[in-house]
């Protein structure tokens, strides 16, 4: 069976990705949740991902002993595994262009991902508010993000980005949880989306699993002193 590294739930944007992807496919896999902790050289964290990866980051796919670390070469690495579950879109354009999004998500919006961590469990719209009042780069992600998401949704009929869920959607979750959380102003067919977002069963496990978690990680709380 496939085994998957993740970190914390409530707070690990890139181990969320692979994990909604596996679950909303119906892909039996094992999880293996490994605490945030210090980060440093000689952490616990480090030690035990650091075992299946060179990076020591998650989340990490090993697939009979055989590691995959990088949430894109994940997802590649599952839709060439599991063709017949279209992870992909089966237009030829469509699938560019979803490959170009992610991507996108990948490599850019530093600024929204730095002002607006993901924290699921709290509520933290003043910080969303003073992120957008005083960083420009922030408002200019999150434009970004609404003409991205309102383009292909206007183009591909919804419910999903491209119509049928893909690793597209599961690879911008993290990014409507960030929206959730500071309370980020988007249009209607936007917030929309977001709602159908939350209710896959893959994306509500996943937020179940953070909000059990009862854990908090003072480095990943820039906004709070303790969880409420």
């Known amino acids: 069976m496939l085994k998957l590294y993740i970190g914390n739930k ?4 890139w181990s969320m990705r692979p994990w909604v992807l596996l679950t909303q496919a119906g892909i039996p896999f094992e999880e293996v949740m490994v605490r945030f902790d210090s980060f440093d050289a000689g952490s616990t964290f480090k030690q035990a991902v650091g075992a299946h990866s060179p990076v020591a980051k998650v989340p ?51 600024a929204l991902r730095g ?11 003043e910080a969303g508010a ?3 009042r005083d960083k420009p780069a922030v408002r200019a992600d999150l434009a970004r993000i609404v003409t991205m998401w309102s383009g292909l949704l206007g183009q591909h009929g919804g419910p999903m980005l491209f119509g049928a869920f893909s690793i597209a959607d599961a690879y911008f979750a ?44 003072e480095f990943n709380e820039p906004y709070r002193l303790r969880r409420d």
């Open 10 to 13: 409530n707070y690990s944007s």
């Open 60 to 110: 990490v796919l090993v697939d009979g002993g055989f590691a995959v670390w990088d949430t894109l070469a994940i997802a590649e690495t599952l839709a060439e595994k599991f063709p017949d579950q279209a992870l992909w879109p089966a237009d030829r354009h469509a699938r560019a262009r979803a490959r170009s999004v992610c991507a996108e998500m990948h490599s850019g919006f530093a």
């Open 115 to 125: 002002a607006c961590p993901m924290n699921i469990e709290a509520s933290l719209p």
């Open 130 to 132: 003073l992120a957008l």
């Open 174 to 217: 993290p990014v409507v949880m960030r929206i959730r959380t500071y309370a980020l102003p988007v249009p209607a067919p936007v917030a929309a989306y977001i709602d159908r977002v939350c209710t896959l069963p893959g994306v509500r496990a996943w937020i179940d699993g953070a909000l059990a978690e009862n854990d908090f990680i």
